[in-house]
């Protein structure tokens, strides 16, 4: 069963930068396609990054530009960069494997997920 960790969330102001990591136990994750997902209060989490296991990366249109996915097979880590950062992008982060582009089947159990707070 693969585990995952996020970490690297906290409270940044509007404009600036966080880095998230995401540990995953288990030797599959190379073989899997991951995403960094986000949940707000009151809506539903989403998917806002994509990257193939060959490193092909896909971005939804609200972070397209100001966020970067990256992996590091050798790690078992996903990262995600966050740039220009603005209050509507304060939500949970989660990473897990999407089994499609639309994202909404995963393959695996959620982790407890990273608190992004973004203040003006």
């Known amino acids: 069963q693969v585990q995952l960790v996020e970490s690297g969330g906290g409270l940044v102001q509007a404009g600036g930068s966080l880095r998230l990591s995401c540990a995953a136990s288990?030797?599959?994750?190379?073989?899997?396609?991951m995403g960094w997902y986000r949940q707000a209060p009151g809506k539903q989490r989403e998917l806002v990054a994509a990257?193939?296991?060959?490193?092909?990366?896909n971005y939804a249109g609200s972070v397209k530009g100001r966020f970067t996915i990256s992996r590091d097979n050798a790690k078992n880590t996903v990262y995600l960069q966050m740039n220009s950062l603005k209050l509507e992008d304060t939500a949970v982060y989660y990473c897990?494997?999407?089994?499609?582009?639309?994202?909404?089947?995963?393959?695996?159990?959620w982790g407890q997920g990273t608190q992004v707070t973004v203040s003006s």
């Open positions: 897990n494997a999407p089994f499609d582009s639309r994202g909404r089947l995963v393959k695996f159990s």
């Open positions: 288990g030797s599959i994750f190379s073989a899997n396609t």
């Open positions: 990257i193939t296991t060959g490193s092909a990366t």
